[in-house]
């Protein structure tokens, strides 16, 4: 269960996901006090908090900020960038630059992530 505490950070995610690690170095590089819950299982036995906050997609990582869940990493590092915006931005605030940044990133994730995945499959 979450509990209600001023101002409370939890990241539940699995250790080895890249989506995971976006948002906890969005949360190192604004310096967020958080706690991390791992998700051991991700495929077979998903946690009940997982299924309870994010019972659309069912995946990690979710980001619970004040018992409200933001799902997705890319929608939770722009979230992260406006709640703690007087610290070390992340996105630029530049139109165009923002729009190269965001474009990388779904670059990133269309494009390199599947590659990992199909190549963790051959092993």
């Known amino acids: 269960r979450i509990s209600k505490m001023a101002d409370e950070v939890i990241l539940l995610s699995f250790w080895p996901s890249i989506f995971g690690m976006r948002t906890m170095i969005a949360l190192e590089e604004k310096g967020v006090k958080y706690e991390f819950r791992e998700e051991e299982d991700v495929i077979n036995n998903k946690s009940f908090l997982l299924l309870e906050i994010n019972p659309v997609h069912k995946k990690i990582p979710v980001l619970i900020h004040n018992c409200k869940p933001v799902c997705e990493s890319i929608v939770q590092v722009q979230y992260i960038d406006e ?11 530049d139109p165009y630059k923002k729009s190269q940044a965001l474009f990388l990133a779904d670059f990133i994730e ?13 092993k």
């Open 83 to 93: 709640v703690w915006s007087d610290k070390n931005p992340l996105i630029p605030s």
């Open 110 to 122: 269309k494009k390199v992530y599947p590659h990992r995945k199909v190549r963790r499959d051959f």
